[in-house]
C-alpha cells in the first residue's frame, strides 16, 4: 500500500472532505434563524434589543458567506485549519448575538453545543479541544457580562441566578460530554471506514494478482505448442541429417 492510501486511511486529514460549501449552506441557515429569532422578540414580545449590533453581527456573517461564494469555487475542500477558523468564527459571532440579548438568561444560549458538536465530528482531537474551551469560556464571561433583555415598559427580564448558574453547569457538562461522545463515535466510524477501505484495496490488488496470473499461464500455454512442436521438428531433423555435420549442428542448436 503506498504512503499516500496509507495517509487517506488513517483519518488524520478527514476534515478535508468537508465541501465549503456545506459550511455555507449551514451558515444561511444559523443567519435565518438569528434574523427570525430577532424579528420575533421585537415585533411580538416588544423586547428593547441593540438592532444596530445585532444586525452588524449578522452582517459579518453574511459578508462572510459571500465573500466566500465569490472567491472560492463550490467545491472547494477546507484544510483542517480553515475548518477550524470558519467554526471558531461562528462561535465568536453568536456568543456576541448572545451578549446583546441577555447572555445565559437568553435560553438560546443552547446553541453554543453546535460548533462544538461540528468540530468534534470531523476535526482532530486538537482542534476539538480548542473548540470546546473556547466555548465554556464564553459561556462562563457571558454568565456575567451582557446587555440585559428589556421589555417595551424598560423592565428587565432576568431568571433567578440559582437557574443562571444552573444553565452555565448545564452547558458546561454538555459541551463536553456531546464533544466527547460525537468525537468517540465519528472516530469508530472512521476506523470502519478505514478498514473496509483497506480491505476493499486488498481485494482489488488480489483480483489484479489474479487475473495477472492468468495471461501469464495463457501465455506460456501460448508459447509452449510452437516450442514442442519446433523441438520435435529438430530432432527429426538431426537423425536425417546424419551424413551433413554442418547441417545437424544447426538443428541441434535449434532443439537447444
Partial sequence: MSDPQIGLLSGQERSHWIRLRTLILLRWVAIAGQVTAITVAQRMFDLQLQLLLCYVAIGISVA???SAMVLFPENKRLSEFENFLTILFDLLQLSFLLYLTGGLHNPFALLVLGPVTISANMMRLRSTLIIGAAAIILVTLLAEFHL??????????????????GNWVAIVIAVMFLGAYSYKIAAEMRSMSDALAATQMALAREQKLTDLGGVIAAAAHEM?????????ASAELIEELEDDPELREDAALIRE
Fill in 148 to 165: 440585559p433583555l428589556r421589555t417595551g415598559q424598560g423592565f428587565i427580564l432576568r431568571i433567578p441566578e440559582i437557574f443562571v448558574f
Fill in 64 to 66: 462572510g458567506n459571500l
Fill in 224 to 232: 509452449g505448442t510452437p516450442l514442442a512442436t519446433i523441438k520435435l
